[in-house]
């Protein structure tokens, strides 16, 4: 008995500790090399891709450039052209900042493109246009492309249409009437690009339009007495369809594209309105002016509603508050801001049924208080 050794045995436990921390340690390990792999594998796209830019500038316009900063595209991005082997580098030379959209594939400059002469062909274009109709002020020239507003071609200062796509197109108001001769609207089409015009009825509120870039023509649809787009298959004179009820202005978010007919906005009465206390949107909603219902149907709209008559508050935001039945049969409460143009408020409306809607104080902090 005496010579009989004993045996140990390592409890269960620790043995399952153990385990646990070996597996702990090896996939933070795992972890640790491929965030290693991944941010060298990032420092090489950008590397080459600044290369690939550098290259670009030098080949097309002889200059020397210097890279600022880098964006490579994420893996799953919604664009095509944000591949994860393409970037976008913005570059400092000859006193300008531009981007050039690039490969980050090693020496690769198929596809390449920039803005370095973007201003230049914006004015080259905004000088065409006014030449022919001297009366017009250009609000904004768009590109077309996919890759801000970065082009290929070079530009020569003054072959416009070896360097604008197809889908280039330019904004431009006036005071004056839009007609033209055959000979302007030929001058005009031969640049090649969709020329939206748009007459004011009021000088002032058509400088105030030229001075809000953030806010498109048809905010200021009230204001606008005719509009046509010079170079589209469907051009012609054309005015806005814009209905009133009890100082409350409405009409087709999309003109053009479906009809007011049977759209039947009444004025009712906002203290009747019980589901502004519903809803999870939060805020007090508290009316602040009368209310409308639009019984049926009701296609997307858009509405402006005077400002002077949207009681204003130092310390807390109005917005405009909404209950409409979807398309589903359930019914929904939200509210938004609305924008500014001008002298009114406006609002997209979105499609629904039996929709009732109100401007009200939600109780939040205003953003200046």
Known sequence: MGNERTKHRTPAWLVLI?????????????????????????RLRVHRAEENAVAWVREKYGIEAKP??????????????????????????????????????????????????????????????????????????????????CIAPYFDGEDLGAVLPETASLEMVTTEELTCTDAQREALEALQMDISVYQFADAAQMEGYMASPAVGADDYAPYIASYRTIGSANDAVRQYDLRETDGMLYGLRWQGMGSLDGVTVAPCDAGQLGWLAEGDSGGARVPVTQAWQIPGDCPDLTVWY???????????????????????????VLMHEYRTAGEYAVFDLPQGKDIQLVFVDTGWPAPSA
């Open 18 to 42: 153990a385990v646990v921390f070996a597996a702990v340690l090896v996939t933070a390990g795992y972890i640790a090399v491929r965030e290693l792999g991944q941010d060298m594998t990032w």
């Open 68 to 149: 600022v900063e880098t964006e490579i595209a994420e893996e799953g991005a919604l664009f095509d052209r944000w591949q994860i082997d393409w970037a976008f580098v913005t570059m400092e030379a000859e006193g300008r900042t531009f981007k050039v959209s690039v490969s980050a594939k090693e020496g690769d400059l198929e596809g390449a493109a920039d803005t370095y002469q973007a201003e230049d062909i914006t004015q080259a274009a905004a000088a065409r246009v006014q030449a022919v109709w001297p009366g017009a002020a250009v609000k904004s020239f768009d590109f077309g492309t996919d890759d801000s507003d």
């Open 306 to 332: 005077p400002l002077a008559s949207i009681p204003h508050s130092e310390d807390h935001t109005i917005y405009i508050a909404y209950r409409k039945t979807c398309a589903r049969g359930e019914t929904s």
